[in-house]
């Protein structure tokens, strides 16, 4: 059920019974936050007078001196929580100074709002529709740790080609042949649909459902496209569902982009077009694969700016364990139709105007969905706004070109602190309409600094096998 107003949601409460009201936001780093408010204690004041919390207790945002905020619910996003037992609605919250009663500028949901406005100042569009495909892992059994002295880290999972010798039933998967098969290689099958009418109970609307090329248990729904902000929040209860899900039925899931060597990682694609007045930009008969001279710039932009993008959108360490060249995921700075190796690539199932989009291949699920969204199309419209040619479409296999000509390809960075890099030399186009502000980039790069130098300073296992007998 869709609400609009706050009397909407206290009739809903009312109507359904519902005994508990889940607050929730988002922290910098893509983390839903949340407490939980007795629904005889929520009312139409609640949106007006806000709640309460220490914001000095969250990462990156106040500090002790200041720590009062306030939370103020939006109506529009409230949805009945379909994993928890007992009935509860869950509501997202924005983040407002209780002071001065502006929006903090550190809350990511207003930086998406403020997108999507400058959008709209440009002129060149009303709105930006995304549509992300976060693949995730499922595995029975999940241990790690690291001590001083130690380190490991264990997963395991039925489906996987190193358990045909011990389970006595045989069908296991073989590295990276996990795409498509059916039950009883594919062992998540009914998981999956328990999880996607879960999902549409939540309102994030998934339209598919498989499995992924890696083993053991790699997933992906396809969900239905949606404007910006209310793709990032239905992106977030995606996440929750699928972790929780997971859990009820013994499983644990993980958007982590590389949980194990040797197969596919998790990637977020993200389909992204532009519109305005009812009218796609992205399209033009004349145009390569349908392009307008709008979505070839949109691409220059988001080729241009793809290391500081990265930041945002490709933010952990472990990130830079699946974007390696020579694998499967795109390190590659050019687009293409149909191409799946080139980090821009312009789907081509659909030919009709209204599916014309450029397909970002480089985020993973790993990024807070407000921040990534909004600085992907703030590198797409300085692209459009200063006419930045992408260069000639690469429509080769460009992981088997010649060494002398994949030389001439630019690449993404290579980890972590490199994008970082990348960001603090090239920011200005978020800075544009105030979207992301000085303060919210140089608390989100310090604290990301600071965990690349948490993986940077230990010895990696891996270390021991190679240099332990030197």
């Given at each position: 059920?869709?609400?609009?107003?706050?009397?909407?949601?206290?009739?809903?409460?009312?109507?359904?019974?519902?005994?508990?009201?889940?607050?929730?936001?988002?922290?910098?780093?893509?983390?839903?936050?949340?407490?939980?408010?007795?629904?005889?204690?929520?009312?139409?004041?609640?949106?007006?007078?806000?709640?309460?919390?220490?914001?000095?207790?969250?990462?990156?945002?106040?500090?002790?001196?200041?720590?009062?905020?306030?939370?103020?619910?939006?109506?529009?996003?409230?949805?009945?929580?379909?994993?928890?037992?007992?009935?509860?609605?869950?509501?997202?919250?924005?983040?407002?100074?209780?002071?001065?009663?502006?929006?903090?500028?550190?809350?990511?949901?207003?930086?998406?709002?403020?997108?999507?406005?400058?959008?709209?100042?440009?002129?060149?569009?009303?709105?930006?529709?995304?549509?992300?495909?976060?693949?995730?892992?499922?595995?029975?059994?999940?241990?790690?740790?690291?001590?001083?002295?130690?380190?490991?880290?264990?997963?395991?999972?039925?489906?996987?080609?190193?358990?045909?010798?011990?389970?006595?039933?045989?069908?296991?998967?073989?590295?990276?042949?996990?795409?498509?098969?059916?039950?009883?290689?594919?062992?998540?099958?009914?998981?999956?649909?328990?999880?996607?009418?879960?999902?549409?109970?939540?309102?994030?609307?998934?339209?598919?459902?498989?499995?992924?090329?890696?083993?053991?248990?790699?997933?992906?729904?396809?969900?239905?496209?949606?404007?910006?902000?209310?793709m990032a929040d239905r992106l977030m209860a995606y996440k929750y569902v699928i972790?929780?899900?997971?859990?009820?039925?013994?499983?644990?899931?993980?958007?982590?982009?590389?949980?194990?060597?040797?197969?596919?990682?998790?990637?977020?694609?993200?389909?992204?077009?532009?519109?305005?007045?009812?009218?796609?930009?992205?399209?033009?008969?004349?145009?390569?694969?349908?392009?307008?001279?709008?979505?070839?710039?949109?691409?220059?932009?988001?080729?241009?700016?793809?290391?500081?993008?990265?930041?945002?959108?490709?933010?952990?360490?472990?990130?830079?364990?699946?974007?390696?060249?020579?694998?499967?995921?795109?390190?590659?700075?050019?687009?293409?139709?149909r191409n799946r190796s080139a980090i821009c690539r312009i789907p081509m199932y659909?030919?009709?105007?209204?599916?014309?989009?450029?397909?970002?291949?480089?985020?993973?699920?790993?990024?807070?969905?407000?921040?990534?969204?909004?600085?992907?199309?703030?590198?797409?419209?300085?692209?459009?706004?200063?006419?930045?040619?992408?260069?000639?479409?690469?429509?080769?296999?460009?992981?088997?070109?010649?060494?002398?000509?994949?030389?001439?390809?630019?690449?993404?960075?290579?980890?972590?602190?490199?994008?970082?890099?990348?960001?603090?030399?090239?920011?200005?186009?978020?800075?544009?309409?105030?979207?992301?502000?000085?303060?919210?980039?140089?608390?989100?790069?310090?604290?990301?600094?600071?965990?690349?130098?948490?993986?940077?300073?230990?010895?990696?296992?891996?270390?021991?096998?190679?240099?332990?007998?030197?």
């Amino acid at each position: 059920m869709a609400f609009s107003t706050p009397q909407d949601v206290i009739n809903f409460i009312k109507a359904e019974g519902i005994k508990v009201i889940d607050v929730r936001f988002c922290d910098l780093f893509g983390q839903w936050q949340h407490f939980s408010v007795n629904a005889k204690a929520f009312d139409l004041g609640t949106f007006e007078d806000g709640l309460g919390f220490d914001g000095s207790s969250i990462r990156g945002f106040q500090f002790i001196n200041d720590s009062d905020m306030l939370l103020l619910p939006d109506p529009t996003t409230a949805f009945r929580d379909p994993v928890l037992e007992l009935p509860t609605l869950a509501i997202i919250a924005d983040i407002y100074d209780p002071i001065t009663k502006q929006p903090y500028q550190k809350d990511v949901r207003f930086v998406a709002k403020k997108a999507e406005a400058y959008l709209k100042q440009t002129g060149i569009g009303d709105t930006a529709f995304f549509g992300p495909e976060a693949e995730f892992f499922l595995f029975t059994d999940v241990r790690y740790e690291y001590t001083g002295r130690g380190a490991s880290f264990y997963v395991d999972g039925p489906e996987a080609w190193w358990n045909s010798a011990s389970n006595g039933k045989g069908g296991q998967l073989q590295p990276k042949r996990g795409y498509y098969p059916v039950p009883p290689a594919d062992q998540y099958q009914d998981v999956r649909t328990q999880m996607m009418l879960a999902l549409d109970a939540a309102g994030v609307i998934p339209e598919i459902h498989h499995h992924e090329v890696a083993v053991p248990g790699q997933c992906e729904f396809g969900i239905r496209f949606g404007a910006m902000l209310n793709m990032a929040d239905r992106l977030m209860a995606y996440k929750y569902v699928i972790k929780n899900m997971a859990r009820k039925m013994g499983l644990t899931a993980t958007f982590m982009p590389k949980p194990m060597y040797g197969d596919n990682g998790s990637g977020m694609h993200c389909h992204q077009s532009i519109w305005k007045d009812g009218v796609n930009q992205m399209y033009s008969a004349d145009g390569y694969a349908g392009l307008s001279d709008t979505a070839k710039y949109y691409i220059g932009g988001l080729l241009k700016h793809a290391p500081a993008l990265l930041a945002f959108c490709a933010p952990t360490t472990n990130s830079y364990r699946r974007l390696v060249p020579g694998f499967e995921a795109p390190v590659n700075l050019a687009y293409s139709a149909r191409n799946r190796s080139a980090i821009c690539r312009i789907p081509m199932y659909a030919l009709s105007p209204k599916a014309k989009r450029v397909e970002f291949r480089a985020p993973d699920p790993t990024a807070t969905p407000y921040l990534a969204f909004a600085a992907m199309l703030m590198a797409g419209l300085d692209g459009i706004q200063n006419r930045i040619d992408p260069g000639e479409p690469q429509d080769k296999d460009l992981y088997e070109l010649p060494a002398e000509e994949m030389a001439l390809i630019p690449q993404v960075p290579g980890s972590l602190s490199e994008v970082l890099d990348a960001l603090d030399a090239d920011k200005d186009f978020l800075l544009q309409g105030d979207v992301f502000t000085e303060d919210l980039i140089d608390s989100y790069v310090g604290i990301k600094r600071a965990e690349a130098d948490a993986v940077r300073l230990r010895p990696h296992p891996y270390e021991y096998v190679m240099y332990f007998d030197a």
